[in-house]
């Protein structure tokens, strides 16, 4: 495949950002050519209200079970430079335009994607675009392609969407103790077990089915394009 693309991620505890090195690394075995790679930083990730924006995200509408997952893994990196997360949009999106495709990464956040992530792909006017991003809950298409959309609204109406691919990741031991915080208080309660089991079933993902079914998605639509 010619195609050059351009990758720009945001993944606050490694999750997405594992799925966008496997990513960048199977399509180059394909033949695809990645000119540009983008870390897109939250300036949240600084704030130390940050938690308060967690218990915020419960009943997110549209969404399924309690999203409030709290990630305890607070290692950062990118945390180190949260200005860069608006300053720099505008330039990553002027370099970002010489791809034919630009790969956009995210983590769900209350059913929709980071600040960071909103504003970069408000910025992609004319681009074509692959999404892909990880979230707490999995196994469902639907949940994924809900999130998706919601979070594709956010291109600019002249953007091309050629797809997308989600898949679930794992979440912090905060989000658990609280789990286990609403099971202590009580023990019937269906909706506390639903969600360890889901945060026991997450600890294991991204896996590598997880990565060959988003490569295999972002494949499909780099073929659509190169037709
Ligand atoms: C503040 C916060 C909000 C979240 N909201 C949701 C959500 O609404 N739905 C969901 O499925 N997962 C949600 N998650 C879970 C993350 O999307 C998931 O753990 C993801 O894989 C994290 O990716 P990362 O490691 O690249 O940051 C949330 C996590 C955090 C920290």
Not at 22 to 30: F, H, I, Q, Y
Request: proline share 3%; with cysteine; glycine share 10%.
């Amino acid at each position: 495949m010619n195609i050059t693309c351009s990758m720009a991620v945001s993944s606050k505890s490694g999750n997405t950002k594992l799925v966008a090195d496997a990513l960048r690394r199977e399509l180059s075995g394909a033949g695809v050519r990645f000119a540009a790679s983008f870390d897109l930083v939250d300036d949240a990730d600084a704030d130390p209200a940050h938690s308060e924006g967690v218990k915020g995200a419960e009943n997110v509408e549209g969404a399924e079970g309690d999203e409030a997952v709290e990630n305890g893994q607070s290692a950062n990196a990118a945390a180190s430079a949260p200005a860069e997360s608006t300053s720099s949009i505008s330039t990553i999106a002027t370099q970002a335009s010489e791809a034919d495709v630009t790969f956009v990464g995210f983590w769900c956040d209350k059913g929709l994607c980071s600040p960071a992530v909103q504003h970069f792909l408000q910025g992609l006017a004319g681009k074509r675009v692959f999404l892909f991003g990880t979230c707490g809950f999995g196994e469902s298409d639907e949940y994924f392609a809900q999130i998706l959309d919601r979070v594709r609204a956010y291109l600019p109406v002249d953007a091309q969407y050629i797809g997308g691919a989600m898949c679930q990741g794992k979440m912090g031991m905060g989000v658990k103790r609280r789990y286990e915080g609403m099971l202590e208080k009580d023990p019937e309660n269906a909706q506390a077990r639903m969600l360890i089991d889901n945060w026991n079933k997450a600890q294991s993902h991204p896996n590598e089915d997880d990565v060959s079914r988003i490569a295999a998605a972002a494949k499909e639509a780099l073929e659509g394009i190169a037709e």
